[in-house]
């Protein structure tokens, strides 16, 4: 039952209490029905019977009937006997009914034949001239319990579309109901989807708990963007502050090891603050480029490009320090491929990758590049090494800032390398994806419309 949607269940429940009730309905109607059918066949019976000395006179010592005792009003049959109750004077009886049932004065009977079930009721009647007749009313029983049958078929053959209206009347009522939730959760997932904290859901004005739900989560999207809002611009204006003294810093650490007057010792020292100082300064050089990113401020210039010449003038650069480390390079480049793109931005992705791919490389492995137009639709690029790789759990991760599947293996690693990699592919409107295996090494792909 759990595994069924609420407006499903709210259907199956709203259907099911209203079959249950309609039966209840139904059975205390038709029990009810019954008896005060066959209370109506009495009475009209005992009134029929009662009524027909009416249409009886004696005129001149002769009985006179009136032809109303004929008629099947009711459908009670009447027929008057003689004072001995043997001789039919007046009226009619049953097809197939039994003349020699005997007389029975005021008592209401139900007999059996093999065709049908009678009520007889008999009724003596004393005339002026102290002469007695008889009158006997009879009426079908089963064609009173045939015509409540009938009726009863035919609340059997409505009874389903009484279901399949109420599940409609259900459906729509639970569908109407629950709309403002859908509404909640487009909004989530669009959230989600999209990485906008600026959505609101914005029902309107309501005063049930949905509607209070629905303002108090808009109250709440508010803060937590106003939040987020605020944790950009503190990463922005701590990084843009420290960018000047890391640059001093770097600068006057340069200018030392040009000098020739340090000696081992000294230029051993300087050399560790030059290279700790050059990866805050890369660093924080990324924080400012995804903070201007977030915050829409970050401008793309486009330029048609070389992406072959481009790929291969940064892969040479990377040849060099995956030899020092013991990694072979190799590249697969189809040549004049050529499309818009940021440049500068295109390097820095390059460099991100192929960084990632060495320093996460095994001593003795290999880094496979390719680069390919496919259907002269987009272009594919992908890194691909035999390294470390990454586990199944921290997959998902990799692109959250700072994040690091394993620190140790380097520190000097920022964690921003992925996340600026992510972004640069989709300003370009690309797809970037990764595929890995925790001791067998890992893939980059990335995916460029042209």
Not at 33 to 48: D, K, P
Not at 178 to 189: D, E, G, N, R
Not at 243 to 272: F, K, N, W, Y
Request: charged letters at 25%; hydrophobic letters at 40%.
């Amino acid at each position: 039952m759990k595994k069924l949607s609420l407006k499903t269940r709210l259907v199956l429940l709203h259907t099911g209490m209203m079959i249950f009730v309609v039966c209840i309905v139904l059975v205390l109607l038709f029990s009810i029905s019954s008896r005060e059918i066959m209370s109506n066949v009495e009475t009209t019976l005992e009134e029929r019977v009662s009524g027909a000395f009416e249409d009886i006179e004696l005129e001149d010592g002769r009985l006179v009937f009136d032809s109303d005792l004929m008629d099947l009003e009711d459908g009670v049959y009447l027929s008057v006997y003689d004072e001995n109750s043997v001789e039919l004077l007046y009226g009619r009886v049953p097809y197939g009914f039994t003349y020699e049932l005997p007389f029975e004065n005021g008592n209401l009977r139900k007999v059996h034949t093999s065709e049908n079930d009678y009520y007889v009721l008999d009724m003596e009647m004393m005339l002026q001239n102290s002469q007695t007749i008889t009158i006997r009313g009879i009426v079908s029983i089963s064609d009173a319990e045939r015509d409540f049958r009938y009726t009863l078929y035919i609340a059997l053959i409505l009874f389903p579309l009484l279901i399949f209206l109420t599940a409609v009347c259900g459906y729509l009522l639970s569908r109407r109901a629950l709309y403002p939730v859908s509404q909640i959760t487009k909004t989530v997932q669009n959230i989600q989807k999209e990485k906008d904290l600026s959505k609101r859901i914005n029902l309107g004005e309501g005063s049930d708990e949905i509607y209070t739900l629905a303002k108090t989560f808009d109250e709440l999207l508010s803060a937590v963007d106003d939040g987020m809002k605020r944790e950009k611009q503190f990463t922005s204006d701590v990084a843009h502050e420290l960018r000047t003294p890391i640059s001093v810093v770097l600068m006057q650490s340069e200018e030392l090891l040009q000098g020739d007057h340090l000696d081992e010792e000294g230029r051993r020292a300087v050399s560790v603050i030059h290279r700790r100082v050059k990866s805050m300064s890369d660093m924080i050089s990324q924080l400012l480029l995804l903070s201007r990113a977030d915050q829409g401020r970050e401008k793309i210039n486009l330029e048609r490009v070389n992406f072959s010449e481009l790929s291969e003038m940064v892969i040479e650069e990377f040849t060099e320090i995956a030899r020092g480390k013991n990694i072979g390079i190799e590249a697969n480049i189809e040549p004049e491929i050529y499309w818009t793109a940021d440049q500068t931005l295109m390097i820095r992705l390059w460099g991100n990758l192929l960084e990632n791919a060495v320093n996460y490389g095994r001593p003795g492995g290999h880094i496979w590049i390719s680069v390919a137009k496919k259907e002269d639709t987009h272009i594919q690029m992908e890194v691909r090494d035999d390294g470390i790789g990454i586990a199944l759990e921290d997959l998902p991760r990799i692109w959250d800032r700072f994040y690091q599947a394993d620190p140790s293996r380097n520190s000097e690693s920022s964690g921003l390398g992925l996340s600026m990699a992510k972004w640069i592919v989709e300003a370009h409107h690309g797809q970037i994806s990764v595929s890995s295996e925790l001791g067998k090494g890992t893939v980059f792909s990335c995916s460029f419309p042209i």
